[in-house]
Structures are given as structure tokens and as C-alpha cells.
């Protein structure tokens, strides 16, 4: 076995789309904002010769568009004042909203309503003033915050707008706490940015054929890489710049990122157990490793949440041959306190391949000091590789 990488590389390559990365389908997140059924109000809530070439020798909201919240204001005119005929209505028409996100990127969450609400009354002019009032909870628990929202809903107390996850649809629209939106999306798909969104996305945000919220943002979880420390293992820049490539094509799959990150260890380019480094809590980055392997969670056909058995296991022996079998990956990795030790650790370049959202690239720039141009110069990303040469990642 040969030592490092081939240099060669095919050249049958295609940059990966913006679209494909952010895709639902590629088991993104989508946070949505709905509209609360009943009483008006709502809620919120990625050939042979090339087969080598990389081997180791071998988050509904309104997206800030006037024209969906005009829609709720002309929906519930205030007290004692009709909405005129063809128009909005006149005075002051008031909605609430609530927000939630883990640190300070999120809060565009809330403040994109806001934001709307001021491009709406710029197009409504003097006679129709539509305020927003929008809470945020920072740092806040998901399943607190969904409760409340489940408890408010009963009690008809519970906000216009709401932001939340497309899973939790399902236990809204049976007891009516939210509503379709078809109608107003069709009476507005032309106008503000709801003609922007990707068009992939809005399939999230249907049940039953029904839409229910508007896509906010999409959370994307790509495999970023330390582009230095490949370099130093013998990558050209052609190579590690084409990596994202290799990996949509194929080309590069989950066994030659071990291969690497066991490499760099070897060499002393990292540390025993930081060759990767996986999400160090519960979420939707776990899942894609199940879905790397084939799984799925739902019968298209009856709707019936399901559980691929084989898909399962290989993505629990994925986990476990990275810890105690391959050694790229620590073993108190889960449960690792992100801010204090799992950022600090891959900013500071110690982590040649490592899972994380697509926010955290401003995140280490603003909460970690990295700069912009460090991290261009340094640091790529891709998609979740696929489980073997072949697959689709």
C-alpha cells in the first residue's frame, strides 16, 4: 500500500448546487411559521480510475414579505373597524408571534416578522398600521416551548404566528391549531420573496396535501474539513478544492474519510480521536447517518412512521467503529460541551473532518474570533459522504 493520496482526479466533475445542499429531501431541517385554526391567530414554531483517486493508498414564517402578512391583517381587522372593500383594513391591526433558536444568528427568527411588518405597512400606506409583537426565548428548550404553545392553543390564547419545526404539523391540524395556507399562498405566490423560496422546500411544508406553514429557514448539517491538513498529508489544491464534488459524485464515500482521518492520526497531524467529530448531542445530524445507509422513517404509501432494522444497525456501527474500533472519534464526544470544547477544538484546527450547521460559519467568526478569511482559506464543506463508492451521499 502506497503512502498518501494519488494526485490525480477525475475530471467529469460538477460544483454541488446550492439547491442540493439545502434540499428537505437531502434531511435538512425546515423551520416554518403556521397559522392557528379557530379564532384568528398562528403560530411559529445537503469509473475505476477515479474510484481511487481520493483512497488512502488503497425554521409559519413570513420570510419577511408584506404580502403574506397583509394577508393576516386583512384575516382579522381590528376592533370596530371593517376592512373597506378590496383593500385592508383601516387603523391599527395587531398580531403576536413567538420565536425560539439556540444563539444569536436565530434571532432573525423573530426579527424578520418585524421586518415584515414594516415592508407591509410601506406598501399598505397611512391608513392600515400592522404591528408585530414578537417574543424570542434564547437558549430555550424546544419541548418547553412547544407545550406552552399546545397549552395556549387549548386555552385560544395562543399567538398569530408561531415558529416551529415541519414535524409538528401533525399534532396541530387534527385538534385545529392551525390552518392551511393554500389560498393565501396561491393569492400571493407572485409577490415578496414567497415567489424565492426553493421550490423543493415546500413539500415539508405540506400534510395531506395541504400546506401549513411558509419555510423561514432551512438548516443544512454539512461535513466540514480542514483543507491545511489535508494539504499536509500530500493533497494538491486541486484535489482538496474538488472534494465537494468527489463527494456528490460519489467518488469519495464514508470508508475514505476514515481512511483520512485515521491517516492524519497516524502522522500526528491530530490527536487520537479527533480525526472526526460528530454533532456531541441528539438531533437532526444524527439522522443523516441513518439515511447514508438507507434508511427511512415513513410509509409513503400508508404514511406510518417506520424503522429500517438494517439501516439502524449500520448507522449505531458507524458511531461505534469510529470510537472504539477505528479510534477516529473520542469517546466523550457525546455529551461534550459544545461552546467551551467542541467549537473551540475544530476552530482552533484540531479536527480534521467534523458535522455542524451552515450558521456556524458566522457563529465562529463572531463567537470565536476566527476570521472570514481564515475559514475560507482553511476550512471546506460538504456533503455527508455516502456509505460506499457509488451511492449518493
Known sequence: MADGPRTGFHEHVTRCSAERSFRVDSRAYTHVGVWRGGDPMSKRTAESRVATDYRLSRRQFLIATGATIAAAACATPPAGQGAPTGGAPLGTVKLSAWTIGPDAPSYYRRDNLVAAADKLNAKLGSGTNVQVDATFESGGQWGDYLQKFTLAAEAKTSPDIILAGHENFAPWVGPGYI??????????????????????????????????????????????????????????????????????????????????????????????????????????????????????????????????????LKHFQVHADAVLNDKIMTKTIYGMDAGKEWHPTVTDGKVLFYNAGTWTWKDWQATYKVAEQSLWDNVGFMLIPAAKRGGKP
Not at 494538491?236 to 470508508?255: C, H, Q, T, Y
Not at 491530530?270 to 441528539?282: F, I, L, T
Open 179 to 312: 390552518v392551511p395556507l393554500d389560498d393565501l399562498i396561491a393569492k400571493y405566490q407572485s409577490e415578496g420573496d414567497v415567489k424565492d423560496v426553493i421550490p423543493t422546500l415546500w413539500t415539508a411544508m405540506k400534510l395531506k396535501g395541504k400546506t401549513y406553514g411558509i419555510p423561514q429557514d432551512t438548516e443544512a448539517r454539512p461535513m466540514y474539513y480542514r483543507k491545511d491538513l489535508l494539504a499536509k498529508m500530500g493533497w494538491s489544491k486541486d484535489m482538496i478544492e474538488r472534494l465537494p464534488d468527489a463527494v456528490k459524485n460519489g467518488e469519495f464515500a464514508w470508508p475514505d474519510l476514515v481512511l483520512w482521518a485515521k491517516e492524519a492520526i497516524s502522522k500526528g497531524l491530530v490527536e487520537p480521536g479527533k480525526g472526526w467529530y460528530s454533532r456531541p448531542s441528539k438531533g437532526a445530524d444524527i439522522y443523516m447517518f441513518y439515511y447514508q445507509n438507507g434508511g427511512e422513517m415513513q410509509d409513503n404509501a400508508t404514511a406510518k412512521l417506520v424503522i429500517t432494522k438494517d439501516a439502524l
